[in-house]
């Protein structure tokens, strides 16, 4: 009770099918208990699909038309988990936990960062994977335990992300040269001509 920055709600996502196959077992018999010993009120999906847990993330904390996955598994709202707290609004959830490989912890980073949040949302991994080294690096080990007394305690720790933005057209500004379409060294600035599509990665590790 003494700690004031940990975590009174949940968003919990499980990946039951990467790496070990594991995360589901992983959960029940080594975060639950914590998180129930903690008065933590936990919303628990299951994720069923590459990318549904960066479509669940934008569901529960915004929208964002341009997200093509969105619907990735064609699944209805009512799949949430039965422990969960009916329809969350991003106010009510203090964070984001993982718990799976570094793919799905890669996917719940990039779905948050694709949106504009009003506040703050701690997100947190448990290790369920084959290679866990996003785990390794916010926990210093795999251990699940840890993870999750990390996560009750409210520690937090920096996480370098890259982000890569991808413009399908470009033209340059300012005085041109013969490599300026390229934006190679020499050439004048690159810019995304307006109305062009245009992506954004992020990548982690």
Do not use: W
Not at 133 to 162: E, M
């Amino acid at each position: 009770n003494g700690f004031t920055e940990r975590p009174k709600s949940l968003l919990v996502l499980i990946n039951p099918y990467g790496g070990t196959k594991k995360a589901a077992s992983v959960y029940e018999r080594e975060v639950k208990p914590v998180f129930e010993k903690a008065g933590i009120q936990v919303l628990l999906r299951t994720t069923q699909c590459s990318g549904d847990a960066k479509a669940t993330v934008c569901r529960t904390f915004g929208s964002l038309d341009s997200l093509e996955d969105i619907d990735a598994c064609g699944l209805p709202t009512s799949s949430l988990g039965p422990t969960g707290l009916g329809s969350v609004h991003d106010a009510m959830v203090d964070g984001v936990v993982a718990v799976g490989g570094d793919g799905l912890f890669h996917e719940v980073v990039a779905g948050l960062l694709e949106m504009d949040m009003a506040h703050r949302i701690r997100v947190a991994h448990v290790a369920a994977g084959s290679t866990d080294a996003v785990a390794y690096t916010l926990n210093g080990t795999r251990s699940a335990f840890t993870a999750a007394a990390h996560v009750v305690l409210g520690d937090d720790i920096p996480l370098d992300v890259l982000r890569l933005d991808c413009g399908h057209e470009i033209q340059t500004s300012g005085a041109s040269s013969p490599r300026g379409q390229t934006g190679s060294p020499g050439s004048s600035i690159a810019c995304i001509r307006h109305g062009a599509r245009e992506t954004t990665k992020f990548a982690l590790s």
